[in-house]
């Protein structure tokens, strides 16, 4: 039975792949200010490039680094640097089900000097998503990211959080 896991483990390990991807990034800038809140959406773009670590026939690791630029409230632009380590479970041989913690850094907003203002360079968040296997290096991924903290604090109950749907294509080069 050990022979049989590890053989299957040594081969999952040898399908380790590069990929890269890209699609739209459709981020939610939740507002609350006092006692009223709102959310404002704005489209934009991600790219990015992954390596998935497979470790079992069904289950891998996913760390990713992509950049997304958004348009905020004011047609200024939102650019990030997202990086997710995703757990990825296989359910039969076309859908893929994952999430994870994802380190966002705040690089730009444009017109506005980030250093001042509240703003945060370092975000927390949370992926859920899901892969629809075209292919067998190419991909339909959803994701929706959760921020667990603040991108601007104004201070006492007055913040900014920002909250995204990524969609897009994610291509595995060939080992």
């Known amino acids: 039975m050990?022979?049989?896991l590890n053989s299957e483990f040594l081969n999952a390990q040898s399908l380790n792949q590069?990929?890269?991807?890209?699609?739209?990034?459709?981020?939610?800038?939740?507002?609350?200010?006092?006692?009223?809140?709102?959310?404002?959406?704005?489209?934009?773009?991600?790219v990015g490039v992954f390596m998935e670590f497979v470790r079992t026939v069904d289950?891998?690791?996913?760390?990713?680094?992509?950049?997304?630029s958004t348009d905020n409230l004011v047609n200024d632009n939102i650019s990030l640097l997202h990086i997710p380590i995703l757990l990825k479970y296989k359910l039969?041989?076309?859908f893929e089900i994952y999430g994870g913690p994802e380190s966002q850094f705040l690089l730009k907003v444009s017109n506005t000097n980030i250093k001042e203002g509240g703003?945060?360079?370092?975000?927390?968040?949370?992926?859920?998503?899901?892969?629809?296997?075209?292919?067998?290096n190419l991909s339909l991924d959803a994701r929706y990211n959760l921020a667990l903290s603040k991108y601007i604090d104004y201070g006492y109950n007055s913040y900014k959080k920002l909250n995204c749907i990524q969609i897009g294509l994610a291509y595995k080069f060939d080992n």
């Open 2 to 4: 050990g022979l049989v």
């Open 18 to 46: 590069f990929g890269v991807k890209a699609g739209v990034n459709m981020m939610g800038i939740h507002s609350k200010l006092d006692e009223t809140s709102s959310t404002t959406n704005k489209t934009g773009f991600f």
């Open 59 to 68: 289950f891998s690791i996913q760390p990713e680094i992509n950049y997304s």
């Open 92 to 94: 039969g041989n076309k």
């Open 119 to 136: 703003y945060k360079k370092f975000i927390l968040a949370a992926d859920l998503g899901a892969s629809f296997l075209i292919s067998e």
